[in-house]
């Protein structure tokens, strides 16, 4: 047994890549999905009244708070027990993430359109300009550009909570490297490798999305 | 009479709902009974009927939680307590890394950034099994999963904090750093006494947030069966076999914790006062 050992790790990178390409489903997958429930959370929350305010309320207070192994664990195990479904880990894994990200999502969405001016929307009323224009070309394109950073911070953080999904069996890449680091006994060397990957894949996201918050500031300036 | 929507008429959250008058009680109940949140709320009701299984319903026994009330209380403790220590930790270290970073000392600040760049852009459960797997295979030295659980949430707590820092103490306006250096105050008091009690105060909303999310992250240690809570909760529904009781049961419970923090948050902010 030599030191270091590169060649465990090059020999299991097949089963690693399989992991990636899970990973990789995962994190898109429950971004589209989340996206869509955050998007009709957020116009719940803004445009809708009464009860629907607080239920959309009270919808991203309950799944931002609570931690997503327990979303995951529950969806997982109790899902079963009550409806007559029985969900196999990804797809498990997939709702839990996907109604986290769509909390996540809903606030940011909303931030953002709470942060453009209020004066912009009314000079465009008060020119006359249909509602439907007002939201699509007044509010939505400057909301859009405040919520860059953030979006591409909740994208980072979905990549990080897809490693969660291993607890419940789906063969994404802290499984699989799981797998293979205890076939060959390298620990260290498996997830200092599955942590480089994970850093190649965050590190240029948390960096542009500095760089365009930069910007931001500089522009408003 | 109808108006149009605007978004500041609806920008209410929980709190708000609840009404302050009699007349707002009626007016409350005219809002709430909106038709279209009642067509919402009726059909998102009737999905869950249809979906729910309800014989199964008629079976859940949730005095199992009063026999286990102890440990899970417990557990919970011990969440709290891991959670913030690990944050302490993390601030102490953060806040020391941050004041590195503004030294402005040319090679430690690559290293720096490169350690905060690294805890911050990998995931938490890569971390912990690193640490508890990976570390002793270099260092020889074992650690125990607590240990483990605890260093982990620190190194990536101290990386998140002293971004914090840094932001907290970039905030700080310069004036009080030029009358530092004015009166010609010694580094330590500078730091001490002028720059860090301001730039704490400015750092006590992210801070709030950071510590929801690592008691979200403390979690993950169930993993490693340090014995929080979610190690206890996994233990008892395997023990019992009564698992949708103790998970509904412990999610609330985290629910709990989590919106008693951010409760906390915004009093301490209140209390500390508006920054500047």
Redesign the interface.
């Known amino acids: 047994m030599t030191l270091i050992g590169i060649s465990e790790v090059m020999r299991s990178l097949p089963e690693l890549w399989v992991g990636l390409r899970f990973t990789l489903l995962l994190v898109f997958a429950s971004l589209a999905i989340g996206s869509i429930i955050g998007l009709f959370v957020c116009l719940?929350?803004?445009?809708?009244?009464?009860?629907?305010?607080?239920?959309c309320?009270?919808y991203t207070?309950?799944f931002?708070?609570?931690?997503?192994?327990?979303?995951m664990?529950?969806i997982y195990?109790?899902g079963p027990?009550?409806?007559?479904?029985r969900p196999s880990s990804l797809s498990a894994a997939l709702v839990a993430m996907s109604l986290y990200v769509g909390a996540l999502l809903s606030e940011i969405f909303r931030g953002g359109?709470?942060a453009v001016p209020?004066g912009q929307?009314e000079a465009a009323?008060s020119l006359g300009v249909p509602?439907f224009w007002v939201w699509t070309s007044v509010i939505l394109p400057q909301a859009f550009r405040i919520v860059i950073p953030a979006l591409i911070g909740v994208a980072?953080l979905t990549?990080?909570?897809?490693?969660?999904a291993?607890?419940i069996g789906v063969t994404e890449l802290?499984f699989e490297?799981?797998v293979t680091?205890g076939q060959s006994y390298r620990?260290?060397?498996?997830?200092?490798a599955?942590?480089v990957f994970?850093?190649l894949i965050?590190?240029p996201m948390?960096m542009i999305a500095k760089g365009y918050e930069r910007k931001l500031v500089k522009r408003r300036k | 009479m109808e108006t149009t929507p605007t978004i500041e008429d609806h920008d209410s959250s929980i709190v708000d709902i609840v009404p302050k008058s009699a007349r707002g009680v009626l007016r409350q109940v005219r809002q709430s009974l909106d038709p279209v949140s009642v067509i919402v709320l009726v059909a998102i009701a009737i999905g869950i009927y249809n979906v729910i299984d309800w014989s199964q319903i008629r079976t859940l026994d949730f005095g199992i939680i009063i026999k286990f009330w102890r440990p899970l209380a417990t557990a919970a403790g011990m969440t709290i307590g891991i959670t913030a220590a690990a944050l302490a930790c993390g601030l102490v270290i953060g806040i020391l890394l941050a004041i590195l970073l503004e030294l402005r000392i040319g090679f430690l600040r690559y290293v720096l950034n490169a350690y905060i760049e690294i805890w911050r852009n990998t995931p938490l459960i890569v971390q912990l099994f690193w640490v508890h797997f990976g570390l002793p295979m270099v260092t020889g030295i074992s650690t125990t999963a607590l240990q483990s659980g605890l260093l982990a949430l620190t190194l990536q707590s101290s990386a998140y904090l002293a971004d914090i820092a840094r932001a907290g103490i970039q905030a700080v306006p310069k004036g009080q750093w030029d009358a530092a250096m004015a009166l010609s105050l010694p580094a330590r008091t500078k730091w001490i006494e002028v720059i860090l009690p301001q730039a704490l105060k400015i750092m006590i909303p992210p801070l709030g947030n950071l510590a929801v999310s690592f008691l979200n992250g403390s979690a993950l240690l169930g993993v490693l069966s340090v014995g929080e809570l979610m190690t206890i909760s996994t233990r008892i529904s395997d023990y019992t076999s009564k698992p949708i009781e103790i998970m509904t049961v412990v999610a609330l419970l985290y629910l709990a914790i989590n919106v008693a923090t951010t409760y906390l948050t915004s009093r301490l902010e209140r209390f500390a006062g508006a920054p500047r």
């Open positions: 719940g929350r803004l445009l809708g009244r009464g009860l629907l305010v607080g239920l309320a009270t207070t309950i931002r708070g609570i931690p997503e192994v327990v979303l664990f529950w195990y109790c027990l009550l409806g007559g479904f359109i709470l209020r929307a009323r509602e980072a990549v990080k909570v897809s490693g969660i291993s607890t802290v490297a799981n680091a620990y260290f060397e498996m997830f200092t599955v942590g994970y850093f965050l590190f948390s």
